[in-house]
C-alpha cells in the first residue's frame, strides 16, 4: 500500500500510481547538504498524481527534521515542541539503532544513544504523547479516511 524510497531520493509519482502505491513517505521536506533541497516543498500531507504523500515531520518555519539523528542527539523537548505544533508526526528509524553499534568505527553522532537509550527515550516521548492525548497509529490506519 505504501512506500518510502532509500534515502528518501523522489520518485516518479506516475510509476507508483500505476503500481497502486496508495502513499508515499519519501518526501523530507527539509535541506541536508549533500543529500536534498526540499525546503519549500509541502510540509502537509498532500496529494501528486492520485498519491497521498506523506511527508516526513520537520519544525515550522526553520523546517528542521524531526529524524533518527536528531532523536537521539537532541533533547527530548525537541520532538516534543515539534509535536505540539504539528498536525501529525511522521518519523522513522532504523531496526540497528535499536542494537549494540558501539563497536563499529562510526562517527560518535552517529552511535550516540542506540540500543536501551533510545528505547527508553523513545518509550518516554510515546508515554508523553499519550497523557497529553495524542494517539499513536501505522500510517495505513491515519489515512484510512483518505483511503
Request: hydrophobic share 40%; with cysteine; glycine share 4%.
Amino acid at each position: 500500500m505504501g512506500f518510502r524510497a532509500p534515502r528518501f531520493k523522489f520518485q516518479n509519482y506516475d510509476v507508483l500510481k500505476s503500481l497502486k502505491i496508495k502513499y508515499d513517505c519519501s518526501l523530507n521536506p527539509t535541506y541536508i547538504p549533500g543529500r536534498y533541497n526540499n525546503i519549500s516543498k509541502e510540509r502537509g500531507i498532500h496529494l501528486n498524481k492520485g498519491v497521498i504523500v506523506v511527508p516526513l515531520t520537520v519544525s515550522p518555519i526553520l523546517r528542521m527534521p524531526l529524524f533518527w539523528f536528531t532523536f537521539r542527539n537532541l533533547p527530548l523537548i525537541y520532538p516534543k515542541l515539534i509535536t505540539l505544533r504539528s498536525k501529525y508526526i511522521c518519523i522513522n528509524f532504523h531496526p540497528w539503532e535499536f542494537t549494540d553499534i558501539k563497536k563499529f568505527k562510526v562517527p560518535f553522532l552517529i552511535k550516540r544513544n542506540t540500543e536501551k537509550i533510545l528505547l527508553q527515550k523513545l518509550d518516554s516521548y510515546i508515554r508523553w504523547g499519550v497523557n497529553h492525548g495524542f494517539g499513536f497509529s501505522e500510517i495505513e490506519d491515519y489515512l484510512s479516511d483518505i483511503l
